[in-house]
Nanobody
Framework: EVQFVESGGGMVQPGGTLRLSCAVS????????MAWVRQAPGKGPEWVST????????WYAEFVKGRFTISSDDAKNTLYLQMNNLSPEDTARYFC???????????WGQGTQVTVSS
């Protein structure tokens, strides 16, 4: 059975940092393309970052380049998203998912809420 357990969300002030985790069971993270997707209230899902081959290839949405870092840990079979210099525009529910594009992602976590506010 495939399961994703996400954690690490919370409320931070602008400029703050958070590290999201997505612990996976049921398959090996490094063997698949994994991604983070976010959804703000009233908006559709928005792709944030993708990692393939345990880090052999990484992509970021333009709006997070230089601020967010995606990674995975084989020993823990966990996906991470390090988020630095957060802004109120980053407020959203963040989901980890398996797949390359939102339309074809076949497994999703339950999401973790990130709120950036002063």
């Amino acid at each position: 059975e495939v399961q994703f357990v996400e954690s690490g969300g919370g409320m931070v002030q602008p400029g703050g940092t958070l590290r999201l985790s997505c612990a996976v069971s049921g398959f090996t993270v490094s063997s698949y393309t994994m991604a983070w997707v976010r959804q703000a209230p009233g908006k559709g899902p928005e792709w944030v970052s993708t990692i393939k081959g345990g880090g052999a290839s990484i992509w970021y949405a333009e709006f997070v380049k230089g601020r967010f870092t995606i990674s995975s840990d084989d020993a823990k079979n966990t996906l991470y998203l390090q988020m630095n210099n957060l802004s109120p525009e980053d407020t959203a529910r963040y989901f980890c998912a398996r797949g390359f594009s939102i339309a074809t992602m076949d497994y999703w976590g339950q999401g973790t809420q990130v709120t950036v506010s002063s």
